[in-house]
């Protein structure tokens, strides 16, 4: 589908001026205007002028809210890393509000038994939890590939060369990349991962899961494998079968 360009962006009708006090709308709606635009043109297409026309505004308007493109690429790049986070953390949930608890019934009178039924199930999920982030984290990066080029694009593109804007880039992922290291650390704590530094380990899913979905979107006629995803995400997060626990010794 050809990328639309700024000449042919349709003009919104002009925005009312906001009332004193609401100028955190105007902001929300350049962000909107910029964001569609990524999506559907590319970075290219985020100029302050096509942002102006898409949010019916005059571009002057723009310099209260952002000094400029890079200020405005760059909320746009955070509110992709924040989306990316909560589509991560939504999926860890899922798992956790989905399992079948009869699976593991027991006597409902041995309260000691279920409560260990309990307590097994939630071992059980964990590689579940951390797989379904790792599909999320995919999905994400299919559904925006825009966006998401631009969230992991050259330090210098979009953005251009300011350090500052360089200095923030670099805690934009942090929220996402927490959600893979709790999750793997819930599979070593229930003995499905032989990690011995979890943060370390999810660094390097998160590098495989971006490789993937890069290769994904630039190698479209590969014979892809139906499911991929298993071995990388289960081989670069050290999973396996659950680890038999360590016998008790009586003191």
């Known amino acids: 589908m050809p990328r639309a360009t700024a000449a042919s962006e349709p003009r919104r009708a002009p925005r009312s001026r906001n ?16 964001t569609d635009l990524l ?4 970075e290219r297409a985020v100029t302050l002028r096509a942002v102006a026309r898409r949010a019916g505004i005059a571009a002057p308007s723009i310099y209260p809210h952002f000094p400029g493109r890079p200020a405005i690429m760059l909320a746009v790049v955070g509110e992709a890393f924040a989306e990316l986070s909560g589509r991560l953390g939504a999926a860890v949930d899922a798992v956790d509000g989905t399992d079948n608890y009869s699976t593991y ?4 009178t041995d309260t000691t038994g279920a409560a260990d039924a309990d307590a097994d199930a939630a071992d059980a999920r964990a590689p579940r939890r951390l797989y379904a982030a790792c599909l999320a984290y995919l999905d994400f990066a299919t559904a925006h590939p825009e966006r998401y080029r631009a969230m992991f694009g050259e330090p210098t593109h979009p ?8 200095n923030d880039l670099t805690a934009l992922g942090a929220d996402a990349l927490r959600v893979l290291s709790d999750a793997l650390t819930d ?7 032989t990690s011995t530094d979890p943060c ?6 998160w590098l495989g899961l971006h490789g ?3 290769q994904r979107a630039t190698a479209h006629a590969f014979p892809w494998p139906a499911d991929l995803v298993r071995p990388i995400v289960a081989s670069l997060s050290r999973l396996g079968p659950p680890l038999a626990a360590p016998a008790h010794t009586p003191i």
């Open 200 to 205: 370390a380990d999810a660094i390097a899913l």
């Open 19 to 34: 009332r004193r006090g609401e100028g955190g709308h105007l902001r929300a709606d350049i962000l909107t205007a910029a």
């Open 159 to 166: 953005m251009g060369g300011d350090a500052g804007v360089g």
């Open 39 to 42: 999506d559907h043109g590319g």
């Open 105 to 108: 019934a027991t006597d409902s």
């Open 212 to 214: 993937l979905a890069h």
């Open 187 to 193: 599979c070593v704590t229930a003995g499905y991962s």
